[in-house]
């Protein structure tokens, strides 16, 4: 590419060539601009129709929005631009001409729906409060990740094919492997305590889940990023102090590193970094306050799971982030471990966000006669996790992890309405493609 200035760096005095979007044309009579646009702004080039060559001026002033055009001219310093300066046109050439019949509109003046949205994602991204998401995406993951690595945790890459599922039959994609049945993966589950188990001792993943979720919800994906946490020698305490921190950290980096991201959706004012502990409830308790705020038409009783609306109560009721512990043993996977002195009650805890659940985790139960045990409860036949529950008579240390979901961190952190719009190409069950 010739030598490119970006439009944030175009200084007073250069001569410089800028290259990027044709953002919009507004023609004031005698003098006409064009905005043009890159990743990092926006910049004014001004034609002055009188005293500049006729072709420049027909060019400049004839491309279509969003074309894709380069300009080569002299900066200079001019109060009433949108930036402070503007580039008096040398020549203009037109790169790659748009289709003046665009099937969105990047400049927002027209809104569009979700589906025209997803369906012209380019266009889409062109503008700032999109391209904001995805910024702020791109930080989130930078800051858990290095969150990990000062938790002293590895980073490992599990497969996504594989040959059981784990998180509950119905919601499984399969495939045909070479002729044999497979399935894309629903959890990293059993790959990353497998990991947890060799003297790694601490792993986290960030990587694509599947999930053949029935219902159509604005939080749920078919094809999600699960954010996930295992560690050697930890109980559910020490999994909920690690998924306390990593969301903390979230937010953390959005505050300090986003300023502009948060501003282009209008969120600079209201941000706010949770603070102070996470409560941590038990069940029980949950139950209970559910049904002290008569939301339900249902009383809860112990063993129910909670249904959406009870979840809503109990997020306005708390206000902010909460744990839920100690979960009765029958409602979560084989993987849990129970506690030692109640075998009705697990160590499973979710991690609750106001609107939705965030985290799923738990102690792990580690000791093999038991693990077989709980395959047979859950009415799964043991011999087909064969390759997972043999690695429990080679030596394997109490363990605890959690499973986050990437976009529903991203979801609730901004408060996006629906889940699609922390995802650039989202899955559902409507959506195959782009
Ligand atoms: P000229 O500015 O060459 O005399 P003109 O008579 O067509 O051309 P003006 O009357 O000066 O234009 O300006 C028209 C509008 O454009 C005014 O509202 C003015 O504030 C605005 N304007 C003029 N020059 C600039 C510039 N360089 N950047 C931003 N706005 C400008
Ligand atoms: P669970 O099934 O609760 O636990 O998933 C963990 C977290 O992943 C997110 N999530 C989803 N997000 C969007 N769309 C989906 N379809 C979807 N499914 C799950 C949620 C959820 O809280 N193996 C355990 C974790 C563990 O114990 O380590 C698991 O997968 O935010």
């Not at 991201?261 to 209970?288: K, N, W």
């Amino acid at each position: 590419m010739q030598d490119r200035t970006y439009t944030a760096d175009a200084e007073p005095g250069d001569d410089a060539t800028v290259a990027g979007w044709v953002h919009e044309i507004r023609d004031l009579g005698g003098i006409a601009f064009l905005i043009l646009r890159d990743a990092t702004g926006k910049i004014q080039v001004k034609f002055e129709k009188d005293e500049m060559d006729d072709e420049l001026v027909d060019t400049g002033l004839g491309v279509s929005r969003e074309s894709v055009v380069s300009v080569t001219g002299t900066v200079e310093e001019e109060p009433r631009a949108p930036t402070g300066v503007e580039v008096t046109p040398e020549s203009v050439d037109v790169i790659s001409a748009a289709d003046p019949e665009l099937p969105l509109d990047p400049s927002g003046k027209v809104d569009a729906d979700l589906s025209t949205r997803l369906d012209n994602r380019t266009l889409d991204l062109r503008k700032d409060e999109v391209q904001a998401v995805f910024e702020i995406r791109a930080e989130i993951l930078r800051a858990v990740r290095e969150q990990f690595r000062e938790f002293y945790c590895t980073e490992i890459n599990t497969p996504k094919i594989v040959a059981t599922g784990t998180e509950g039959g119905t919601e499984l994609f399969p495939i045909t492997y070479f002729g044999e049945e497979a399935f894309m993966n629903q959890s990293p589950q059993l790959f990353k305590q497998l990991i947890a188990g060799s003297n790694v001792e601490r792993v986290f993943e960030i990587g694509p889940i599947f999930r053949a979720e029935e219902h159509n919800t604005p939080r749920h994906l078919n094809e999600a990023t699960s954010i996930d946490f295992e560690g050697a020698f930890c109980d559910q305490n020490d999994a909920m102090d690690v998924a306390e921190g990593i969301v903390k950290a979230a937010y953390e980096a959005v505050t300090e590193n986003c300023s502009e991201e948060l501003e282009a959706l209008g969120l600079e004012e209201e941000f706010e970094v949770p603070e102070g502990d996470f409560p941590r409830l038990s069940y029980e308790e949950a139950i209970e306050r559910i049904n002290a705020t008569g939301e339900l038409d249902e009383q809860l009783v112990w063993g129910d799971d909670l249904p959406t609306e009870g979840e809503k109560a109990l997020g306005d009721d708390v206000g902010g982030h909460y744990f839920i512990t100690d979960w009765p043993s029958e409602i979560k996977p084989f993987y849990i471990k129970d506690h030692d002195d109640d075998e009705q009650l697990s160590t499973g805890f979710d991690l609750m966000h106001p609107r939705m659940e965030l985290v799923s985790g738990g102690q792990r139960e580690h000791r093999h006669e038991h693990l077989i045990e709980g395959f047979e409860q859950q009415g799964l036949d043991p011999d087909q996790f064969e390759y997972y529950t043999k690695m429990f008579k080679y030596g394997m240390p109490p363990h605890a992890g959690f499973g986050l979901g990437g976009e529903r961190l991203i979801m609730t952190i901004l408060g996006l309405d629906n889940i699609r719009e922390a995802v650039l190409f989202p899955r559902d069950r409507q959506r195959l493609s782009p």
